[in-house]
């Protein structure tokens, strides 16, 4: 029987639209690993899990998981009504324990398909600035934290796209562009195991494939999340620009669990060359 030091327990965060929307995905590429104990879901649209299309092209779809009495005791969710109030003594209880937290709070297209981003504001800056404090509070280490490529000078995907992003975030994007580059400072202002995944694109049409590919100078490696051993596939090619929410949840609750990468940025993508 497994101690409560042994146990593995995930502090999941998610928001609406985009790169949010990855925090959703999280909580099913979760549940796939029978290492992980507990998971602990904080969020303010709890709603968003009975939604019938998760604004992806996952295979069969998706229920709430909450609904599910297998999954039932791995499960808890938390209700907060905005990152913008002060919800400090709220969350911290529930970070005690936690093995590592993953954030996706940001988002980098607002009010494009969520205009009610536009009414309640931007919450990648004020929501992680509280999940820091609560995270050093409860003594967690490890966070894996949503962003977007082209933020702070960030050039790691060697594509035309990431100068017309960096460009966005400059001009018609430029609070999200702020935002996330706040969250980004704020992290590293302090000695926790951060990780910032960059996604390059999350297509809703993008049919998950069980692999993430990591954009590296000079190599590209791939990965199959369904395998136990990391693979070392040298590919001659840049990253593919779009690939399934899924495959970025996965790849996040990947390094949560085992992580691999340490204070740093990681830029990730579909296969080489493969844009549709």
Same mark, same amino acid.
Not at 228 to 237: H, L, Q, R, T, Y
Not at 244 to 269: N, W, Y
């Given at each position: 029987m497994k101690t409560s030091s042994d146990c593995c327990k995930l502090v999941i965060l998610y928001g609406i639209g985009g790169l949010s929307d990855v925090g959703r995905h999280a909580i099913i590429a979760a549940l796939e690993k029978?290492?992980?104990?507990? *998971?602990? /879901?904080?969020?303010?649209?709890?709603?968003k899990l009975d939604e019938k299309n998760w604004e992806c092209n996952c295979p069969g779809g998706h229920t709430n998981p909450f609904n599910d009495s297998n999954m039932a005791s791995k499960l808890e969710i938390v209700k907060i009504d905005s990152w913008k109030n002060d919800q400090l003594n709220l969350i911290t209880q529930h970070f005690v324990g936690a093995t590592a937290v993953v954030s996706c709070l940001g988002h980098r297209q607002p009010g $494009?398909?969520?205009?009610? #981003?536009?009414?309640?504001?931007? *919450?990648?800056? !004020?929501?992680?600035?509280? +999940?820091?404090? &609560?995270?050093?509070?409860?003594? /967690? !280490?490890? +966070?894996? +934290?949503?962003?977007?490529? @082209? *933020?702070? @000078? !960030?050039? =790691?995907?060697?594509?035309? &796209?990431?100068?017309f992003m960096a460009c966005l975030f400059k001009t018609f994007q430029r609070k999200a562009g702020k935002d996330l580059e706040a969250m980004e400072n704020a992290y590293t202002e302090t000695s926790? !195991?951060? #990780?910032? /995944?960059?996604? +390059?694109?999350?297509?809703?049409? /993008?049919v998950p494939v069980g692999r993430y590919y #990591?954009?590296?100078?000079?190599?590209?490696? %791939?990965?199959? %999340?369904? =395998?136990?051993?990391?693979?070392?596939? %040298?590919?001659?090619?840049? %990253?593919?620009?779009?690939? &399934?929410?899924?495959?970025? &949840?996965?790849?996040?609750?990947?390094?949560?669990?085992?992580?691999?990468?340490?204070?740093?940025?990681?830029?990730?993508? =579909?296969?080489?060359?493969? $844009?549709?």
């Open positions: 029978p290492s992980i104990d507990k *998971i602990t /879901v904080i969020t303010s649209y709890p709603e $494009w398909k969520d205009p009610e #981003l536009k009414k309640t504001g931007l *919450i990648a800056y !004020d929501g992680n600035k509280q +999940v820091i404090a &609560a995270m050093e509070a409860a003594k /967690v !280490d490890r +966070v894996v +934290v949503i962003s977007s490529f @082209g *933020i702070n @000078g !960030d050039k =790691s995907w060697p594509h035309w &796209a990431t100068k926790l !195991d951060y #990780l910032f /995944v960059k996604p +390059v694109g999350i297509g809703e049409e /993008v #990591l954009q590296e100078p000079g190599k590209k490696r %791939v990965h199959d %999340v369904f =395998s136990d051993k990391e693979g070392d596939k %040298v590919i001659e090619d840049i %990253v593919g620009g779009n690939m &399934a929410k899924m495959d970025a &949840a996965r790849f996040m609750i990947d390094e949560a669990v085992s992580p691999k990468l340490h204070r740093c940025s990681q830029t990730l993508g =579909s296969a080489p060359g493969k $844009w549709d």
